[in-house]
């Protein structure tokens, strides 16, 4: 290299390096000006050390300075090299007392894990300790290894949902009975176009996507404990109601809703507009109230608007009364759906017993998660460092909102979410810190607001974790052992794969209570992920009964059974052609059929085979037509056969030796 070149390379680097020390500085600034509304003037502020080839700079406090500003990218390369955290980083070997989470070949997991699949609209199917993904569900995304979306059924479904090219999957919630998860549904929103699917966890499949009317974004999501009598999804984004062009300038009248959906039927029951845009949401355990974080209290739609005061406030839905107000005619009809007013000014929240009632937190609270045992709601504080306990039984006694907080631990910064054990501990993710915190519940409450008091360890992550989990915590019954922690970025974890890095879901054993620095919580393992998943939930494997093969009991009545002695092809009219055909190992049931140029070829297939694991697929080039059947499945798919010609029909699973024998053929002969 030549001495210009190595001098504009230099130049580069120090151009690059004045951005980013810009950057750094302005985005911390405008954090501390955040921090300081909240705390005060006297917070302390954040420091934020700017790398310099990686020396003298621990990997977590420059991974905490970057996630405080947000440039990450532009200093990426600068990063520490090595990791001068210590032990906390790396996966300890040296107590007996942490199960293997290696599960041998041959052998399962002890518990199930969703993930939402975030950007690719799926839920991914893991195995627990083990983190193996076992498989993936489609739900607002086509997906071609499972024919999902390209049968009528899944296609049609897909298309009354809204026909969105694809989905955000957020917030995956287990179906409950008694408060414990069932085994029979999972639910999950979409945050991009505001829909709620059902999964059938007997087939792991997709059955219900529902558009909810009159809202742009669902980014809550969860059940109704302890019996699953409603599914609530919480509309994000405030906008008029209706939003048909009417008071498009006067954002005074934009509304957020918070609606709630009957898990059988997949149909909106009513919906209640509030003041503030809603956020994350949980149930308590007895079906009374709903709590939801909520931001923008200040109504704005520009960010300075939006953080322009020092508070906002949690939103306790009392459904019950709610659903009375409906019952009552209370509401107006909007695009078919009642909605209650439940905002600050209502009628509905005057009064001993309001609707709604608004709790003042501090700015921007994320997240609430309600204990176990069903007495707190845990409620984040994102740009404050600590989190606000609800006393839930003091929601329907206490007349002023404020007093149901009966506890303000100082956890750490950036603090987003918490899960639970079976210990009366709480886990919470620290964004900024890029932590988990492991503290003690009920010496958080007898505390003073604003200690450190119930802490009981802090474990290092890698980096900037967001959702964290716990098995079963979302139930009564937690099982205290396993917590996996979705971290936002991997950086130099994994072998590098382009600009665009995996995630890291890292496994941290919690079953031992020990008076050190991580409280007894250990790292045993990371794992790459494909971005982004954004939440999981975990259930005990003995908790699901998934079906090995279909039961045509359960689509009778919708789908025909084909066999090979019914298999067939009829003339419906001129233009419209049935087409019946059964699959096996390794033949069709037709070897051919024939049909005329511009017909319309409805075309039904089964699997007749009774065998698990032997999967046909049906794939017709040129026609877009992609089935996958697992045994004992019927699948219909429509199509136009639009050109004359030859077009074979082949089974896309290897499923025996002769599997590249196994063929038909579709002939279209010229109509004149």
Request: glycine share 10%; net charge negative.
């Amino acid at each position: 290299m030549s001495s210009h070149d190595t001098s504009e390379g230099e130049e580069t680097d120090t151009k690059t390096e004045r951005s980013a020390e810009t950057l750094l500085s302005e985005h911390e600034a405008q954090l501390n000006a955040l921090i300081a509304d909240v705390q005060g003037p006297d917070a302390d502020p954040v420091e934020t050390q700017l790398p310099n080839l990686g020396l003298g700079l621990g990997r977590r406090d420059f991974m905490k300075a970057g996630a405080a500003v947000g440039v990450l990218g532009s200093v990426a390369g600068c990063a520490g090299q090595g990791d001068s955290q210590g032990g906390t980083a790396t996966p300890s070997s040296s107590h007996g007392d942490v199960p293997d989470h290696f599960v041998p070949p041959g052998e399962h997991d002890k518990y199930y894990g969703f993930w939402s699949g975030g950007h690719s609209g799926e839920v991914r199917v893991m195995g627990i300790p083990s983190m193996r993904e076992l498989t993936r569900i489609p739900v607002f995304n086509r997906e071609c290894a499972k024919g999902y979306g390209f049968d009528d059924g899944t296609g049609e479904m897909l298309k009354d949902a809204g026909d969105y090219t694809w989905g955000d999957s957020h917030h995956p919630s287990l179906s409950e009975t008694d408060g414990k998860y069932d085994g029979e549904y999972l639910f999950v929103n979409d945050k991009a176009n505001g829909r709620v699917a059902r999964v059938n966890l007997k087939y792991f499949e997709t059955d219900a996507i529902l558009d909810v009317p009159n809202v742009q974004s669902v980014h809550g999501c969860c059940i109704q404990s302890p019996d699953t009598e409603y599914v609530f999804a919480n509309g994000e984004f405030r906008a008029p109601l209706p939003n048909d062009g009417r008071d498009v300038d006067d954002p005074s009248k934009y509304v957020s809703l918070f609606s709630a959906i009957d898990p059988e039927s997949m149909d909106v029951l009513w919906q209640v507009k509030v003041s503030g845009n809603l956020d994350i949401a949980d149930s308590d355990k007895d079906g009374r109230w709903l709590l939801s974080s909520s931001y923008n209290d200040e109504e704005g739609v520009e960010i300075e608007e939006m953080t322009r005061d020092d508070r906002d406030s949690v939103k306790a839905f009392d459904v019950p009364a709610i659903q009375k107000a409906v019952d009552a005619g209370k509401y107006e009809e909007v695009n078919g759906v009642p909605v209650v007013d439940g905002t600050r000014e209502s009628s509905l929240n005057k009064g001993d017993n309001p609707l709604v009632r608004y709790i003042p937190t501090p700015k921007s609270p994320h997240c609430v998660e309600v204990t176990p045992d069903g007495k707190y709601g845990i409620v984040a504080g994102k740009l404050s460092p600590t989190v606000s306990i609800i006393d839930i039984e003091k929601l329907g006694t206490e007349p002023d909102p404020a007093k149901t907080i009966v506890g303000q631990p100082k956890l750490g910064l950036g603090p987003l979410h918490t899960t639970y054990d079976d210990r009366g501990h709480g886990y919470t993710s620290l964004f900024i810190d890029s932590q988990v915190v492991k503290w003690d519940i009920e010496k958080a409450v007898e505390s003073p607001k604003g200690s450190e008091e119930a802490i009981l360890g802090k474990i290092d992550v890698h980096y900037n974790p967001g959702h964290i989990q716990a098995v079963q915590a979302m139930s009564v019954e937690p099982t205290g052992d396993w917590l996996v922690v979705l971290n936002k970025l991997s950086k130099d974890r994994f072998l590098p794969v382009g600009p665009i890095h995996p995630d890291n879901d890292q496994l941290i054993y919690i079953g031992n209570d020990k008076d050190n620095e991580t409280g007894g919580m250990e790292l045993v393992s990371d794992h790459p992920v494909y971005p982004e998943p954004h939440d999981a939930i975990m259930v005990h494997k003995d908790k699901l009964d998934p079906a090995k093969i279909w039961d045509a009991k359960d689509y009778e009545g919708e789908r025909e059974y084909i066999s090979e002695k019914n298999s067939g092809i009829e003339r419906l009219d001129d233009s419209t052609v049935e087409v019946n055909m059964s699959s096996k190992r390794s033949e069709f049931g037709l070897r051919e059929f024939t049909v005329k140029e511009g017909d319309e070829v409805q075309m039904t297939v089964t699997n007749i085979e009774k065998s698990p694991d032997i999967i046909h697929g049906v794939a017709i080039p040129e026609h877009d037509i992609n089935l996958a059947l697992a045994p004992q499945d019927t699948r219909e798919v429509t199509f136009a056969a639009d050109d004359p010609g030859v077009y074979w029909i082949y089974c896309t699973y290897f499923c025996s030796a002769l599997h590249l024998e196994m063929r038909s053929r579709m002939i279209v002969e010229p109509r004149d």
